[in-house]
């Protein structure tokens, strides 16, 4: 969210309609992502009073709070619009996290100290406005998962990151396989800088070579350099379930016969609709985890069409 203009949509109301309005909103495949919502209680001595929270990178229109109310069926909610001061937010909000241990990784920001363990990749990742930071849950489950899929004896030699933000899981999956093509992909030409500088940082080679990253601005799957250089042997999605759902056919078709998808960013509750997604596409499941309410699902495309 930059810094040069932001807004804030607040609704009081009880918990369970505030509970229900975040449940709604799960299942709003056409949400506009640069609405971040979440709901949270007002006082620990008051916990059926709630409050919904939604950011926005402008000032709320018609459309916007319609958007909002939509998610309160039964419910006349009263939408207080503040404008808020020029921080960024999503810098602000990441600065003091603690270091993450997950698989084979150790993700820091530059206030602590790498531990420079055998066996353990220490990332040096600052809070930035792109995200994936090592701290969601999300980001650490796909680290632990690119672990386990080491161990179990995945060859990988051409994979991409799409919706990479900060270029995180492409560094450490490059560094899990080091002589692979890596191709970095966001809809955010935000992280075109943040992915380079964090490469460097990191002493993470840049360029179209193996051992190197290749960082490109793309909607998904759509670039000419995604299909040049496809297909892949793994593909890593660390986003949202719409875009999930949406995308899954065209995850499916940039993959070799037997290749890897590892998909985030989902809640378990929409699980199984990207799942469903996934095996229209040709994709089956390998392995899952959740962490927290999220679920990290590694899938894998079908070596031939009617193989189940």
């Not at 080679?205 to 297909?231: I, K, Q, Y």
Request: net charge negative; hydrophobic share 45%.
């Amino acid at each position: 969210m930059s810094a040069e203009e932001s807004w804030k949509i607040t609704v009081h109301a009880p918990r369970a309609v505030i509970e229900a309005a975040l449940l709604a909103h799960e299942d709003a495949w056409d949400w506009d992502p640069e609405i971040v919502l979440s709901g949270s209680e007002v006082a620990e001595d008051r916990p059926d009073d709630w409050r919904l929270e939604a950011w926005l990178p402008r000032k709320p229109g018609k459309a916007d709070q319609a958007a909002i109310r939509a998610l309160f069926a039964g419910y006349a909610p009263r939408l207080e619009i503040e404008r808020l001061p020029d921080v960024d937010w999503v810098t602000q909000s990441q600065q003091g996290l603690d270091p993450i241990r997950a698989g084979r990784f150790h993700v820091h920001d530059p206030h602590h100290a790498p531990l420079n363990l055998p066996g353990v990749r220490d990332l040096c990742i600052p809070a930035s406005q792109a995200f994936g930071t090592g701290q969601h849950a999300t980001t650490a489950g796909c680290l632990a998962m690119l672990t386990h899929m080491k161990a179990q004896g995945l060859v990988v030699r051409n994979l991409a990151d799409i919706g990479t933000g900060t270029g995180l899981l492409a560094f450490a999956a490059l560094h899990l396989w080091p002589r692979a093509l890596a191709t970095a992909s966001d809809i955010d030409h935000v992280c075109l800088d943040v992915v380079h500088t964090n490469a460097q940082l990191n002493h993470v080679p840049l360029g179209a070579g193996a051992g190197e990253v290749t960082m490109l601005v793309a909607d998904g799957m759509n670039h000419p350099l995604l299909a040049a250089r496809g297909p892949y042997d793994l593909v890593i999605a660390n986003i949202l379930a719409g875009p999930l759902i949406d995308l899954a056919p065209d995850f499916g078709r940039s993959l070799v016969p037997g290749g890897h998808l590892l998909l985030a960013g989902l809640l378990e509750t929409q699980e199984a609709q990207v799942r469903r997604a996934c095996r229209r596409a040709g994709l089956r499941l390998a392995a899952r985890l959740v962490n927290g309410d999220w679920s990290i699902l590694w899938l894998r495309k079908r070596h031939r069409v009617g193989e189940r």
